[in-house]
């Protein structure tokens, strides 16, 4: 049974009270200000900056579909937007290592750069196997701890634009409240899948929150970077693994190179035993804008349903978490 985490956004009555008094020089603060730049790093952050900061902001992604943001090397043009940016979110956890210096750069000058891991619970990460001390960054495939993110969002936007800060709090806890519906219907799906087919098979090892969190065994080809490489040795035992256990399919990553998982069902064939591949999963990034896994919500319910299908599971009969909520409940519509 999953721990329920401690969080939440709403005004005490005394902020209450405070907003209300002050309620009409926000509103004339809104209608003068100039709207917000913020830039986010991979689309995770930055779907989580965008709901937050609704219509009173624009919000830019360094990082689009199918990009590694283990490997990713900033361009000149990625350390103009941080440069100019009112605020600047980044996931954190050395995920993106070789964006540092320009962080470095843009807190040198003032800038309200930050991790929205930064203040996080220790105890709600897991341990980077490779790299003893060090965390495993893919803390997104929680969704009930990636629903604590929003916390510094909220935090950072009200420093920068004190007039919008009950906005982004009100937007913030409306996300939330649809990220643990998620939460909840992905617990469902993965309970519904056989348990000696509970076994997850993926390009690199991102998805160690997810198996935590909703039940699933989980072996990733790569380390949890994808800088690592998987050794002949680590494809035999897994190939042995899958044919020892009958799994039926493994699964490919958008951001990672299928080739080794086509080495380990080629591997299982020569042994006589069937796996096929089961899709394709969104790990460090999502899908292209105006799809259903361009969007956090959708990148999830995307992985589930796959995962899922692919391993004899029931899909759920309800409906499922709408990422495109109607015009009034939606921070972004204008």
């Not at 907003?19 to 509103?27: E, I, K, M």
């Not at 954190?92 to 309200?112: I, Q, S």
Request: aromatic share 6%; glycine share 8%; proline share 5%.
């Amino acid at each position: 049974m999953k721990c329920s985490i401690p969080y939440k956004l709403s005004l005490s009555l005394l902020g209450f009270l405070l907003l209300a008094t002050t309620a009409s020089h926000a509103d004339d603060a809104k209608d003068v200000r100039e709207p917000l730049t913020v830039v986010a790093t991979t689309g995770m952050v930055a779907d989580a900056a965008r709901t937050v900061v609704g219509d009173r902001g624009v919000v830019i992604g360094i990082m689009g579909e199918g990009v590694d943001p283990h490997l990713y090397k900033p361009k000149a043009s990625d350390v103009r937007l941080v440069l100019s940016a009112d605020a600047v979110f980044y996931s954190g956890l050395k995920l993106e290592g070789r964006m540092g210096d320009v962080f470095a750069k843009a807190r040198e000058r003032g800038l309200p750069v930050h991790a929205v891991t930064a203040h996080m619970d220790e105890s709600l990460l897991l341990e980077d196997e490779e790299h003893p001390g060090d965390p495993d960054p893919h803390i997104w495939m929680d969704v009930e701890v990636w629903s604590l993110a929003l916390q510094p969002i909220v935090r950072v936007l009200c420093e920068v634009d004190p007039a919008g800060c009950e906005y982004y709090r009100a937007n913030a806890e409306r996300y939330r409240k649809r990220l643990l519906e998620l939460d909840v219907k992905l617990e469902a799906m993965i309970g519904s899948i056989p348990s000696e087919q509970r076994v997850l098979v993926t390009a690199h090892d991102a998805f160690r929150y997810f198996s935590r969190s909703y039940g699933i065994e989980v072996h990733g080809v790569q380390g949890i970077s994808t800088e690592s490489e998987a050794g002949l040795s680590e494809l035999n035992d897994l190939v042995n693994y899958l044919v020892k256990k009958k799994i039926r399919a493994v699964f490919i990553e958008s951001s990672v190179s299928p080739r080794n998982i086509q080495a380990i069902i080629e591997g299982a064939r020569a042994q006589g035993h069937e796996v096929v591949q089961g899709g394709q999963l969104y790990s460090d990034a999502m899908g292209a804008p105006g799809t259903p896994a361009g969007t956090y919500v959708g990148m999830m319910e995307h992985n589930g349903d796959v995962i899922t299908k692919a391993l004899g599971g029931k899909m759920p009969t309800n409906e499922a978490v709408s990422d495109s909520p109607s015009e009034d409940e939606d921070p972004r519509a204008s």
